[in-house]
């Protein structure tokens, strides 16, 4: 399994951004299936986003329109775009890895970051 680090978490005021970026020591982006979760206080892990190798998006209903999932291969890192932030965007952020089916179901992904908070006031 391969390490993978989050950062660009933080507090945002509700319309705002907020970028995340998820770094792996190996280049295993290239050709894997790549997601962010999140978990609300209290609450399960949802699936926000996913991209396949061949860069084919899966999006939770909730975030279409406002995030976006990106990728640069060079770099080994995932990034999560988020705009528009609403207070119920407020959670922990994890990005994940390591599946060979590229839609949001948690039970896909072996590997995960160890999350990234992401607080956003109205």
């Known amino acids: 399994q391969v390490p993978l680090v989050e950062s660009g978490g933080g507090s945002a005021q509700a319309g705002g951004s907020l970028r995340l970026s998820c770094a792996a020591s190996?280049?295993?982006?290239?050709?894997?299936?790549l997601a962010w979760f999140r978990q609300a206080p209290g609450g399960v892990r949802e699936g926000l986003i996913s991209?396949?190798?061949?860069?084919?998006?899966w999006y939770q209903a909730s975030v279409k329109g406002r995030f976006d999932i990106s990728k640069d291969n060079t770099k080994n890192t995932l990034y999560l775009q988020m705009n528009n932030l609403k207070p119920e965007d407020t959670a922990v952020y994890y990005c994940?890895?390591?599946?060979?089916?590229?839609?949001?179901?948690?039970?896909?992904?072996?590997?995960w970051g160890q999350g990234t908070q992401v607080t956003v006031s109205s």
């Open positions: 991209i396949s190798p061949d860069g084919t998006r």
């Open positions: 994940a890895a390591e599946s060979d089916f590229c839609d949001l179901r948690e039970t896909n992904y072996a590997v």
């Open positions: 190996t280049s295993i982006y290239a050709s894997q299936c």
